[in-house]
């Protein structure tokens, strides 16, 4: 079946320093989303990338789409202690009832 | 606007007992979503609704996992019975249709211990 895999599974940065998280899926994906997990808390809804080869940015966070559509990345910009969390990939295969398949996620814990 | 809600929020079983979380999605929301999301890991899907219809379910162990939406609004998700391995936090996901480009939008989860 689909599988997602995310690098790295931990990251611990200095506030300031940049952070990426890598996802990689074994099959062609129509999309992918992202998601933010606090410590304790639920998943939450960054962005969505649909086309080949898209980069979208929010504020510090840039979201790159590769041009084969089966990886991804989010980089981040001076990371500040609120970004502390787990970051999902997350991939949809087209056709599959639109089911999305979540990585194991990257833990990011950000020493102020 | 308010939230997807779960309840109860913990849960703790001996292994052979039955449980049962509710799920209220946001209002409007046609599709609903239960994963299991075990310690370090990512969400798993176990079953999607759409309306009260189920539209994927390949992960849910039915020999023990059960679910319903009876009248297209809230679910319940049952295990009966509970195996150690079960010990996971359930969470309750709810979009506005089913489609590749609509936003999960998940609720607090259930914490499950079975000892």
Redesign the interface.
């Known amino acids: 079946g689909q599988q997602?895999m995310?690098i790295p599974q931990y990251q611990h940065v200095q506030e300031g320093e940049d952070f990426t998280t890598y996802c990689n899926s074994s099959t062609t994906l129509?999309?992918i989303?992202w998601y933010k997990q606090r410590p304790g808390?639920?998943?939450?809804?960054l962005i969505?990338l649909?086309k080949s080869g898209e980069v979208k940015k929010q504020k510090r966070l840039t979201f790159q789409f590769g041009e084969a559509k089966k990886n991804s990345s989010l980089h981040i910009t001076a990371t500040q202690t609120t970004d502390v969390g787990t970051y999902?990939c997350?991939g949809?295969v087209?056709g599959s009832?639109?089911?999305?398949?979540?990585?194991?996620?990257t833990l990011l814990t950000v020493n102020p | 606007e308010a939230g997807v809600a779960q309840s109860p929020r913990y849960k703790i079983i001996e292994k052979r007992q039955s449980v049962a979380f509710w799920c209220n999605p946001i209002s409007g929301h046609a599709t609903l979503y239960w994963y299991q999301q075990i310690l370090?890991?990512?969400?798993?899907?176990l079953i999607?609704f759409q309306n009260n219809g189920v539209?994927?379910d390949s992960q849910l162990p039915k020999d023990r996992f059960s679910a319903e939406r009876l009248k297209g609004v809230d679910s319940t998700l049952k295990i009966q019975p509970a195996k150690l391995e079960d010990s996971a936090v359930y969470?309750c996901?709810s979009s506005l249709v089913?489609?590749?480009?609509y936003?999960?939008?998940?609720?607090?989860?259930t914490r499950l211990t079975v000892t």
Do not use: C, I, M
């Open positions: 997602v995310q129509s999309n989303q808390g639920h998943p939450v809804f969505q649909v999902f997350a949809r087209g009832n639109y089911k999305l398949t979540f990585g194991k996620g | 370090g890991q990512g969400p798993k899907l999607q539209v994927d969470l996901a089913t489609g590749p480009n936003e999960q939008y998940f609720g607090p989860g």
